[in-house]
């Protein structure tokens, strides 16, 4: 067998380069796709950031929509203790008019029967 030529050389190492620099050109697209530490860290601070601006403000909301409770709770409480003394002095007017209406009849039934047994007429 005859030792290889310049050219089949030539031509293999040809190919060789090629298939390199086909690699190269792959790897090279590849690693632009690839996210730098420094892009990654500040893209994770900026994520950081607005979690933390929803995180502040849903508890705003938490906290007010709690006062809001509290204070609605609290005016109940009032409103149903003022209801209570309400019913209460009207309670106490209505016990009393009864009482006296009562007392009024029954003291005139008294009288009446007294007068009936004395023989007085009216």
Same mark, same amino acid.
């Given at each position: 067998? *005859?030792?290889?030529?310049?050219?089949?050389?030539?031509?293999?190492?040809?190919?060789?380069?090629?298939?390199? %620099?086909?690699?190269?050109?792959?790897?090279?697209?590849?690693?632009?796709?690839?996210?730098?530490?420094?892009?990654?860290?500040?893209?994770?601070?900026?994520?950081? =950031?607005?979690?933390?601006?929803?995180?502040?403000?849903?508890? %705003?909301?938490? =906290?007010?929509?709690? *006062? *809001?409770? %509290?204070? =609605?709770?609290?005016?109940?409480?009032?409103?149903?203790?003022?209801?209570?003394?309400?019913? *209460?002095?009207?309670?106490?007017?209505?016990?009393?008019?009864?009482?006296?209406?009562?007392?009024?009849? #029954? %003291?005139? #039934?008294?009288?009446?029967?007294?007068?009936?047994?004395?023989?007085?007429?009216?």
């Amino acid at each position: 067998m *005859a030792p290889p030529s310049d050219d089949t050389f030539d031509r293999f190492f040809g190919l060789l380069r090629d298939d390199l %620099a086909t690699f190269r050109r792959e790897v090279n697209e590849r690693l632009d796709k690839l996210v730098s530490a420094d892009a990654f860290a500040a893209e994770q601070r900026r994520v950081d =950031e607005r979690i933390k601006v929803v995180d502040d403000k849903l508890n %705003a909301e938490v =906290e007010a929509r709690k *006062a *809001a409770m %509290a204070a =609605e709770e609290a005016a109940r409480k009032l409103m149903a203790a003022e209801l209570e003394k309400k019913n *209460a002095r009207t309670g106490s007017w209505i016990r009393w008019t009864i009482g006296t209406l009562l007392g009024l009849g #029954g %003291a005139g #039934g008294i009288v009446g029967g007294i007068a009936a047994l004395l023989g007085v007429k009216p």
